[in-house]
């Protein structure tokens, strides 16, 4: 079904050395906003504050008449309105998101796409219907290897005309422990059109990428799913003929919430001498969170932050904090997450082609100011 457009749409490529950012990259980062880094301060992120990221245009979109479509190798066959979803079992999860992109910005060569830099990351408190209790009553057949989700925008990339479309293996859409759901409520309340109103698919720890929103169709298929996101984008390459790896889950990242108050311009932070406390929030979709640690000196050396406990909510970032008495003159804090398989945030760029996954360690440039 995805078509060739060649003329009028931008191949994918790199940025040339001193390249700065450009019109086609702004333009994306005027449609596509980040989280303000203050906002790391909620467990939860106030609505409107929750990063957005849409590749094509938001659907204009109403809950009468929507239709969410199970189909393909099943053997009852369902298509459900809003109502009827809603009307079913709600499961509430607490769901930190980030885009796969975040951190493309500040890779060299820069990959010239969404131009993050590492606020693309957000959570939220996602009310819905578990996609197993639908498979399950759909009857997903057996020996069918792949479910594809199918969002109602519809645009042009690289060339190819397309419906938004990814795709999960059965096996984790069907495992209760993967928690993927059909969520039809953000936060208490219906979903913005932003964020995919009237349903989306939510797959805790992975990026972004894999929530389809404005959800109107799940299919099971033998074949594995070889459409534009998947088998195009979203892959980790070196090159542009390889391959690739596909891109799943979130990989361990810390972020500081943002010392002192702010440069209108540089922001550059500005802190006053005496002790205060460096806080931040932390993740990762591949485990459990470890540990944290902190470095005041430009990664010189490292303590280790005091992690909140992890409570209920296995899918959510993680407060983290320490002690810091600030002395005149300029710092720079660093702080570094690792997961229970031991994945660290590595300090030099984890460069792909796509930009996809930089996890490098944020490095916040702070001035201390002179006493009184
Ligand atoms: N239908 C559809 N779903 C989509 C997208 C999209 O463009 N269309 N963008 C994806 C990407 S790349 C990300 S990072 C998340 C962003 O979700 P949010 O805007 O609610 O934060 O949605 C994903 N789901
Ligand atoms: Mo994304």
Redesign the pocket.
Known sequence: MDARIGEVSTPARLAAPAEGIGREELALAAR?HGMPLEALRHEVTPPGL???????DIPYATAEGWRLTVRGRVRRPLSLTVGELRERPATTLRVT?????NGRARLEPRPVSQPWLVE?V?T?EWTGVPLRLLLEEAGAGPGSAHVVF????HGVERGVEQ??R?SLPLATALDPAADVLVAHTMNGAPLPP???FPL??VVPGW?????????RDVQVQDSPFTGFQQAEA?RFRQDPGEEGEPVTVMAPRALLVPPGFPDFMSRTRFVRPGPQRIEGRAWSGAAALAAVEVSTDDGRSWRPAELEPGGPHRWAWRGWSLPWTAGPGRHVLTARATDEQGWTQPVLQPWNRGGFGNNLVQRVDVVCLEAG
């Open positions: 596509n929750h990063y957005v990221l849409v590749h094509y998101m980030e885009c796969a992109g693309a957000s939220a199918t969002g109602a925008d419906d938004y990814r932003q964020h995919g989306r698919l990026y972004g990428m894999a929530s389809v929103k404005w959800l979203y």
